[in-house]
């Protein structure tokens, strides 16, 4: 009978020993499951984190693309004021005027069609409005008017005429 014992205290301890090993394996679970828990905690703060920056970086490829499409109008504003220079029509006023017509004026070939003069503040924002000279009601002074931007400026003739002519006021 000691045999039988001995086969029976043998079996209690390696059963013992795995309920102990079940145990450490249970506990090693719990650990790994908060382990688990707090990686998925950390992942998820990351992917938050890259979604602003993505979003961060949508907006920054926007805005380069809005400075691309900005620097391509003032190329092109710049490349069409090429064919023009500023004078002034009047005392403190500038417009633009197309130089191969201030060139013509010297020589009488200038064409009574072409516009005189284009507003600066228009041209200045890439478009493009020929003033339109107009006479003041009741013996009041003449003036140029913008058709776009609807301003108006003074039409001193005799400052315009000294100034194109090359002499100061």
Avoid at 16 to 43: E, P, W
Wanted: with cysteine; hydrophobic share 40%; aromatic share 6%.
């Amino acid at each position: 009978m000691d045999m039988y014992l001995v086969n029976a205290l043998t079996e209690a301890l390696h059963n013992a020993q795995k309920l102990g090993g079940s145990a450490l394996a249970m506990r090693d679970t719990d650990q790994l499951i908060l382990v688990i828990a707090q990686s998925n905690k950390q992942l998820q703060t990351a992917e938050q984190v890259l979604a602003l920056h993505k979003k961060e970086l949508a907006t920054v490829h926007q805005e380069l693309a809005d400075a691309r499409q900005t620097i391509q109008q003032l190329e092109i504003a710049s490349t069409n004021r090429e064919g023009y220079t500023l004078v002034e029509i009047a005392s403190g006023v500038l417009a633009y005027r197309w130089l191969a017509q201030t060139a013509a004026r010297g020589s009488h070939k200038e064409s009574k069609a072409a516009p005189e003069f284009f507003c600066q503040h228009c041209m200045d924002c890439g478009l493009k409005s020929a003033l339109q000279h107009l006479k003041a009601e009741a013996g009041g002074t003449p003036f140029y008017h913008c058709p776009i931007c609807k301003k108006e400026f003074p039409a001193n003739l005799s400052v315009t005429r000294r100034r194109l002519a090359g002499h100061s006021a």
